[in-house]
């Protein structure tokens, strides 16, 4: 089958790093995802690794590796804003599996 | 960016009626659609993988007598939920993939509350 871990909550104050961890033991990996939800709406997508190494895109920057079965978010400059849920999420075997979903509260 | 879209936004139904929710592609063909379920404070839980012109893949413990999913065109994907029951309460979020050449996204619909009286 399939897990993923993932902490449950982190908090930071604004201007901070955060760094979200993401465990998985699957079969058939293809990739592994990040998504961002807030309360009451629907999650939207953050980025992709499909290979070992860093993504970045603006702010956020994901890191994946292969064999390690880890990877991770990083936020960075943390505005009030990215107070939400993070999500990771595994692609294999045509579907997507997510983690519990951490909750990132940013403080003043 | 690709858009999904999800017809009702919300819905309160009584217990013992059936509710059909719509997922559609609206700039892009999906071949497949995923459902998946969420409960409050929760994670998504992959209901089914929708696939146009064949039967849906349910995960383990989810009904398909309960949950009939339809994908009827490359665009649409309807999920009804029959003899809904107060526990069938939930927040239902459809997502369909667009593969493409260096990444791999799914983008979601706004999602359908269900509530259950």
């Known amino acids: 089958g399939q897990s993923l871990e993932q902490p449950s909550e982190v908090t930071a104050v604004e201007g901070a790093i955060v760094q979200i961890n993401c465990t998985y033991q699957t079969s058939g990996f293809y990739g592994l995802s990040w998504y961002q939800q807030h309360d009451g709406g629907a999650p939207t997508f953050l980025s992709y690794n499909g290979l070992d190494g860093l993504e970045e895109t603006g702010r956020f920057s994901s890191f994946l590796s292969r064999s390690d079965s880890y990877g991770y978010l990083l936020l960075q400059e943390l505005q009030m804003k990215d107070s939400a849920s993070y999500f990771c999420a595994v692609i294999g075997r045509g579907k997507l599996q997510f983690g519990a979903g951490t909750q990132v509260v940013v403080t003043p | 960016g690709a858009v999904v879209s999800q017809h009702p936004s919300r819905v309160i139904c009584k217990s013992g009626t059936s509710v059909k929710i719509e997922c559609r592609s609206l700039?892009?063909?999906?071949?497949?659609m995923f459902w998946y379920r969420q409960f409050p404070k929760q994670s998504l839980m992959l209901m089914a993988t929708s696939n146009e012109g064949s039967k849906a893949t349910y995960e383990q413990g989810v009904e398909k007598d309960k949950f009939l999913i339809n994908h009827a065109s490359l665009t649409l994907s309807t999920l009804t939920v029959t003899s809904a029951h107060p526990e069938d309460s939930s927040f239902y979020i459809c997502s369909a993939p667009r593969i493409a050449v260096g990444g791999n996204e799914q983008f979601f619909g706004p999602g359908t509350r269900l509530t259950v009286l």
């Open positions: 700039d892009f063909q999906a071949t497949t």
